[in-house]
């Protein structure tokens, strides 16, 4: 038992190295949109790949962690890296040896094509569909919530190759290029600075190379993906970075917020921060910050049993939206103030935290599903809903 | 990071598992109320080592640290065996740091565990410390006093109120033989270590506390059917079970952090403490809370085990007082003290 975090120290302060020279003002300034830049990127992966030989999850969480404390959050590219992670398990051999290596330099961006705008949660009810015409599939249909697929290069994307079989028999996976004809990327606004996507497909033609896992079989592929974005510890020589950072996003919005209510006093003249009331919401965000780091950094092999990475991702996403409501209340009428006036409070975190929080228990599994997984498939509980 | 218990520590686990599968099944836990004292699993416990490998009998051993005893107050808290494990380690802890003030005779008894020493959380007010625990089955207690932190005798033991955790806790009197283990500011700063480690402990038992009635539950909710199917199908049910579940993984691992940061010297050991109990505290309730509920009516009812683990979920940290005070230590370790009046 070893609960010290300080061997990440080196780590830490690489990261702090590179992102000196390799991330400029203008990047790290853009706090509250998605720094989705490949250029960057690129960059990241070629020092992550000359730096961190043989890495283990720890340390890349330990990267993902120092990046999101300096600005840049790593999401769009965990979603790569899980793409990568994938392909590692069930890519063909010509996925291994020639996309893998692309996708862990960062040449491939990837966007996860899986929800319709008419199946959400049920993801297997996907009615995009791919039909054979010799050494080539053609797609028609369309998929909501693509995020980052404006700057994708690839949509990892579920199909229906057989509609006549029960839902999850007849699914198929791609790795559709971004730049084939027929593939349409609209942006989404959302409540929070960064756009999602809406794709539509229209006789896309993608070679058989791009199919990734066996025809009909793209249920078990999507179930080692998304063990992948559950904070799974899947067997794979890919690391997979914490999808959702739920820890730095509670201890960003924590830290500016304290700062500003030590700096702010109110109309009698007292300090915000000494309000007993205030202190007391402040320290209870600290314990859920302290527990969704726990949970997040858990590494006993012996507590890897199904459904603990669905339990992180629920309790740390869950965590965040109750500490974003306490930090808006505690900065009442001020709190109101966008991030984008001069006049916000906490540097913009609060009104930040509290528009992006929802969305985080509902992308990459909403919390619904994952009590669903861990009542399931850790408690051995019967379904409680149909197939 | 690595959060395995070691293979030495597991096997310690085991002994006191095997221990209270045999000697504290629910139905012994019900004998021993109201009191809430079994003399003789105490007295198998005392031979197993639980309080004297505080203080290592055996010359160039390694005395076992708090990361030790909360491991063990996760097994007893679990099956809510009715010893005074916290409050006896703490006392060894407390004896243990100021060795040199002690008197061999002392030191004798504490490995014996005769008389019972406690710890009182309250200080000494005109001889008396408030609800101590176990106070009705101490003959010593460790207390911070007017002269400061004092090893001394319980004078005449008074018995305990009946309370809703149906705990030994009573009042202490100071006895006639006293003995000063630290004065002025460092009795101070003894006193409040002691009440960190009762802390890290109580939240250790509750965390185990909290797994019993989660088991309990879960294992009800697999068996009771209505509307003709198992009400363990329902997605209420799972949904508060599965958050109980992620709760208590991090109460665990927040448990065992505090215990280990105390060990090994860290700066935020305190902070951890605190925010161990309060978490624990509050897991502990809720699921305890729920884990009644989902038995309906019968759970409500004296015949049904669950309220066993309900009224302890909430009596355990309270004997220390009001969490919200707790809260506010935590803010002013975490956030500083609140700046002097304008």
Avoid at chain 1, 182 to 187: L, T
Avoid at chain 2, 164 to 192: F, K
Wanted: with cysteine.
């Amino acid at each position: 038992m070893n609960f010290d975090s300080t061997d990440k120290e080196r780590i830490r302060e690489e990261v702090r190295t590179f992102l000196q020279a390799n991330a400029d003002d203008e990047l790290l300034g853009r706090r509250f949109t998605w720094p989705v830049d490949g250029t960057f990127y690129r960059a990241y992966c070629r020092w992550r790949g000359d730096n961190f030989d043989g890495e283990d999850v720890g340390i890349l969480r330990t990267v993902a962690e120092e990046m999101d404390l300096a600005g840049i959050e790593l999401t769009p590219f965990s979603q790569t890296i899980l793409v990568g992670a994938t392909l590692s398990v069930v890519g063909s051999d010509y996925q291994k040896e020639t996309i893998l290596p692309q996708v862990l330099n960062g040449e491939i961006l990837c966007a996860l094509g899986y929800t319709e705008p008419d199946s959400g949660s049920d993801v297997a009810a996907a009615t995009t569909g791919a039909q054979r015409d010799g050494d080539e599939w053609v797609i028609n249909g369309q998929k909501i919530f693509t995020s980052q697929a404006e700057v994708a290069t690839h949509i990892f994307l579920l199909t229906r190759t057989n509609p006549d079989v029960p839902k999850h028999k007849g699914l198929t996976l791609f790795l559709v290029p971004v730049d084939t004809p027929g593939v349409e990327v609209r942006e989404l606004y959302t409540l929070a600075p960064h756009p999602t996507c809406v794709t539509f497909y229209t006789d896309v033609r993608v070679s058989d190379e791009m199919r990734v896992g066996a025809i009909d079989e793209g249920w078990p592929t999507m179930r080692v993906a998304l063990e992948f974005e559950h904070y799974g510890t899947g067997k794979t020589t890919v690391p997979v970075p914490p999808m959702a950072p739920s820890a730095t996003l509670i201890n960003n919005v924590h830290d500016n917020a304290v700062e500003w209510a030590r700096q702010t006093r109110r109309l009698d003249g007292t300090r915000v921060m000494d309000d007993p009331s205030v202190r007391s919401r402040l320290a209870r965000i600290a314990i859920d910050h302290e527990v969704t780091r726990l949970l997040d950094y858990r590494n006993d092999p012996a507590l890897a049993e199904p459904g603990t990475g669905n339990g992180t991702k629920l309790f740390g996403t869950e965590a965040y939206v109750r500490a974003t409501s306490a930090l808006m209340d505690i900065a009442g009428a001020e709190g109101l103030i966008a991030q984008s006036e001069p006049t916000t409070v906490a540097r913009g975190w609060i009104d930040y935290a509290f528009r992006d929080a929802p969305v985080r228990t509902i992308g990459g599994g909403s919390s619904e599903i994952m009590r669903d997984a861990i009542a399931e498939r850790r408690l051995g509980l019967p379904r409680n809903r149909g197939k | 990071m690595d959060y395995t218990v070691s293979d030495s520590d597991l096997e310690l686990c085991d002994g006191y598992r095997r221990l209270f599968e045999k000697n504290c099944t629910l139905e012994k836990v019900r004998e021993a109320e109201p009191l809430g004292f079994d003399e003789g699993l105490w007295r198998r416990m005392l031979e197993m080592g639980a309080v004297s490998m505080v203080v290592s009998p055996i010359e160039g051993e390694a005395d076992a640290g708090l990361v030790q005893s909360a491991l063990v107050a996760e097994v007893a808290g679990r099956c809510l065996a009715p010893v005074p494990l916290v409050e006896a380690t703490v006392a060894a802890r407390v004896v243990k740091d100021q060795a040199s003030s002690v008197p061999p005779v002392w030191m004798d008894n504490l490995m014996a565990g005769s008389p019972l020493l406690t710890f009182a959380l309250r200080p000494v007010v005109d001889d008396v410390s408030r609800l101590a625990p176990s106070g009705a089955v101490a003959g010593a207690m460790v207390a911070l006093a007017t002269e400061g932190l004092v090893l001394c005798s319980v004078d005449a033991p008074q018995p305990s109120p009946h309370n809703l955790g149906t705990a030994p806790i009573a009042d202490c009197r100071v006895g006639a033989t006293t003995v000063v283990l630290a004065a002025g500011e460092s009795a101070r700063i003894a006193h409040a270590r002691a009440i960190r480690d009762w802390k890290v402990l109580t939240a250790s038992a509750l965390v185990g506390l909290a797994e019993g009635a989660f088991q309990i539950a879960l294992d009800y909710v697999k068996i009771r059917k209505a509307f003709g199917v198992l009400i363990g199908s329902f997605q209420t049910v799972q949904h508060r079970l599965a958050d109980h579940r992620v709760a208590l993984d991090g109460a665990t691992f927040l448990c065992r952090k505090a215990a280990w940061a105390i060990d090994t010297d860290r700066e935020d050991a305190q902070i951890l403490a605190n925010m161990a109990f309060l978490y624990a505290s509050e897991v502990a309730e809720q699921v305890a809370t729920d884990s009644l509920h989902f038995h309906g009516g019968i759970g409500y009812t004296m015949e049904c085990d669950i309220q066993m683990f309900f009224r302890r979920a909430k009596a355990w940290p309270l004997v220390l007082g009001d969490p919200q005070s707790v809260m506010t230590e935590l803010a002013g370790q975490l956030y500083r003290p609140v700046e002097a009046a304008r």
